[in-house]
């Protein structure tokens, strides 16, 4: 069973500064309700179909699945509902991958970094520029940002 454990920070402005210029991710759902997200993401040249079940604490189940570009571009097009953009960033922390998000569009100005664990119990070295946590809070999941932009917030 596939199972996605992960917690999510904002970042601390002026704290932390791109490496590079990251990859552009496009990513839509088919879709999306707390017990159900169907995504679809391209990123590079490649395309992604994911499924997720309900968050339990940090963990939930993730199935991912490769499938042609093509495909990929005509759901986001034609059949996704919400769509959103966003530069990814990879970097190494301590023991720790963390993936650094900047987003576009109704989205510019959030920028949200995200480590997975191995258990809800790991302990985690956090960077200078990892701020307020935000794993429980439903806003930050992407499903939600593509419906309701973090820019209408208020």
């Known amino acids: 069973m596939a199972v996605e454990i992960e917690r999510k920070f904002l970042v601390r402005p002026g704290l932390w500064t791109p490496a590079g210029p990251g990859d552009l991710i496009r990513q839509g759902y088919i879709s999306s309700s707390p017990d159900r997200t169907v995504r679809v993401r391209v990123r590079k040249d490649r395309a992604y179909l994911t499924i997720k079940g309900p968050t339990t604490g ?24 919400a769509v959103l953009d966003k530069h990814r960033h990879v970097e190494q922390h301590g023991a720790h991958t963390w993936e650094i998000d900047v987003f576009h569009g109704a989205n510019e100005g959030l ?44």
């Open 58 to 81: 940090l963990s939930r189940l993730e199935f991912e699945y490769e499938i042609p570009v093509t495909d990929a571009h005509q759901l986001l097009d034609q059949v996704c509902t």
């Open 111 to 154: 920028v949200v970094a995200e480590v997975e664990l191995v258990s809800e119990q790991e302990a985690v070295e956090l960077p200078a520029w990892a701020g307020y946590e935000v794993s429980a809070d439903y806003r930050y999941a992407n499903s939600y940002l593509a419906k309701c932009p973090y820019s209408i917030w208020g």
